[in-house]
């Protein structure tokens, strides 16, 4: 397991922000091939294969050494259920600026406020 010192995986009371691990390659998939999920995103193709997914999950693999991260959304609840993803998209220290975005999965954009 990597330790993620600048990174850690992080919690709420109803959720597990986790690093991105490949074992979520067809959640992954299943997420960005979603029409509806990749509307509005401006940083993020379709994807088309699960390779895309297997891609997004190695660029993101290791964030202490590019300065940002991505996140997998788990419910806490009995089906730890992976509803999305979270993280930094952009972060300039230098100038104390940071973007942050977020991608819910279709059947839990209802269930889960984004407030969390």
């Not at 995986?9 to 959720?15: D, G, I, S, V």
């Not at 691990?21 to 509307?39: H, T």
């Not at 996140?71 to 104390?96: F, S």
């Amino acid at each position: 397991m990597t330790l993620h010192k600048n990174f850690p995986n992080l919690e709420t009371e109803r959720l597990i922000l986790r690093n991105v691990r490949d074992e979520d390659i067809d959640f992954i998939y299943q997420l960005f091939s979603n029409e509806k999920v990749c509307e509005f995103l401006y940083d993020e193709e379709l994807f088309t294969t699960k390779n895309d997914a297997v891609e997004f999950i190695n660029w993101n693999s290791e964030p202490e050494k590019r300065g940002y991260n991505r996140w997998v959304l788990v419910t806490k609840d009995n089906n730890h259920q992976q509803i999305g993803t979270c993280g930094y998209d952009y972060w300039d220290r230098t100038n104390n600026i940071a973007g942050i975005g977020y991608d819910l999965s279709r059947r839990s954009v209802r269930k889960t406020p984004a407030s969390k």
